[in-house]
């Protein structure tokens, strides 16, 4: 489980032939927990924070 304040990483796929998509995860998960503790998305869902601002 998570909590208030935990760092995540987001790694981006990108594919030739579907768009590419953005996994975020919480740091410091071993790969078993990693699995079950993940979202993923089109990259395009995802905006740049400062132009949010």
Known sequence: ???KG???NAEL???VD???R???YPDGLDDID???TWLSADA???LDLDDCR
């Open 22 to 24: 953005v996994t975020v």
């Open 1 to 3: 489980m998570t909590t």
């Open 6 to 8: 935990t760092a995540l």
């Open 13 to 15: 796929v990108c594919y």
């Open 34 to 36: 990693r699995m079950s």
């Open 18 to 20: 579907a768009p590419d």
């Open 44 to 46: 395009a869902a995802f």
